[in-house]
Structures are given as C-alpha cells and as structure tokens.
T-cell receptor, first 111, second 112 residues
Framework: SQQGEEDPQALSIQEGENATMNCSYK?????LQWYRQNSGRGLVHLIL?????REKHSGRLRVTLDTSKKSSSLLITASRAADTASYFC???????????FGKGTTLSVSS | EAQVTQNPRYLITVTGKKLTVTCSQN?????MSWYRQDPGLGLRQIYY???????DKGDVPEGYKVSRKEKRNFPLILESPSPNQTSLYFC???????????FGSGTQLSVL
C-alpha cells in the first residue's frame, strides 16, 4: 500500500545550491518522517514532523508539512557532495498501522 | 553503540534451500520490522513485531516467516526461497510503530 510519493524522482544540483524534495500522501497521518539512504546502505532517520506541526529544522534541513494539501517538503540548504543519496518520506497513518515509505528521490550533488 | 545488526550482509542461495537472516538490536526497542527494497518499488514491509511473541503481517508476507522469542532478536526465515525473493532486505527497530526507525545495514539476497 503506497502512501507517500516523492517528487521529483531524481534531482541533480551543484554544491552550494539548495535542494527541495516534495512528498504527497493520500490519507490523514499521525506523523511524517524523512530518511536518507546512501547507495544500498541502511536508511538513516533525518527528521520527524507531527501532524500538528507545520515546520521543523535540523541543521541544514528544513521540513514543512501542509496537512490540508497532504504534502511535505524537505529543503537541504547549501548542498554538499556528501548529501548525494536517496531521500524517502514515510508516513504513519495512525494506531494499528505501520510506517509506509515512498519510492524516494535520488539527489546528486556535484562539486 | 546503539545499533541494529543484520547478518549476513550478502547471501547467494539456490531455490528451495531454507535460510535465515538474523537481526538483533541493542536499544531495548519494542517494535521491530522487516522490509524488502526493490528497484522502482521502494521499501515494502514484510512483517513487524510490536513486542515479544507479537508478530503481524506487513504488505508482502508471502514466502516469509518471523519469530520474536526475545526482545532483541527478530530473525527472518525463508522456508523455500524462490528467485522472486531476490532483493535487498532491511531490519529496523524503534520504541514504537510511529517513532523513528533505526535500520540495519541490509542483506543482499540472491536466489538462483
């Protein structure tokens, strides 16, 4: 059951530029999370935003959540080559359900 | 160091030969889960466990078994592997189903 869908599927930018990835979902959620995956390795949790929150920051990351539009965005400012990875959003619809992952956005940052 | 440990990292086997992928976490997490990742399909949940002796099916449970006899371990068992189970597998754990997940490094399985 695919809930979240990231956009774009792939993104290529230069070092120093900002990268924005979007996630749309279908049903109401308890929270939404963003993860990073480096080339076939395990996913690493980046940030969790709850349904009653609109924006969260963590270092160079900024996440927004618009529950009326059922969408979220992840902004990475001043990108570095080390940010090259796949980024996934995951939504938690509520009690009795499980975290559902989207298919991811592949970000390439060139120096 | 807090971690989820999966073994083996790579596994090549033949159709029908039973195998087990082990998963262990040292964070005293109640919730554990198995995912498979395939190109173009993202991560799909196979099975999850809310606590010891409590397991439930995810989106793609066919052909897999799990057990949760101890809090720290959550092995994934393929009784009779088939080529369509060739995939990258991840174990993950957290304090609760809605909390942030900690992932293992993955097991790349090839079934010939």
């Amino acid at each position: 059951s695919q809930q979240g869908e990231e956009d774009p599927q792939a993104l290529s930018i230069q070092e120093g530029e900002n990268a924005t990835m979007n996630c749309s979902y279908k049903t109401s959620i308890n929270n939404l999370q963003w993860y990073r995956q480096n080339s076939g390795r395990g996913l690493v949790h980046l940030i969790l935003i709850r349904s009653n929150e609109r924006e969260k920051h963590s270092g160079r990351l900024r996440v927004t959540l618009d529950t009326s539009k059922k969408s979220s965005s992840l902004l990475i400012t001043a990108s570095r080559a080390a940010d090259t990875a796949s980024y996934f959003c995951a939504t938690f619809p509520g009690a009795g359900t499980a975290l559902i992952f989207g298919k991811g956005t592949t970000l390439s940052v060139s120096s | 160091e807090a971690q989820v440990t999966q073994n083996p990292r790579y596994l090549i086997t033949v159709t029908g030969k039973k195998l087990t992928v082990t998963c262990s976490q040292n964070m005293n997490h109640e919730y554990m889960s198995w995912y498979r990742q395939d190109p173009g399909l993202g991560l799909r949940q196979i099975y999850y466990s809310m606590n010891v002796e409590v397991t439930d099916k995810g989106d793609v449970p066919e052909g897999y078994k799990v057990s949760r006899k101890e809090k720290r371990n959550f092995p994934l068992i393929l009784e009779s592997p088939s080529p369509n189970q060739t995939s990258l597998y991840f174990c993950a754990s957290s304090h609760g189903a809605n909390e942030k997940l900690f992932f293992g490094s993955g097991t790349q399985l090839s079934v010939l």
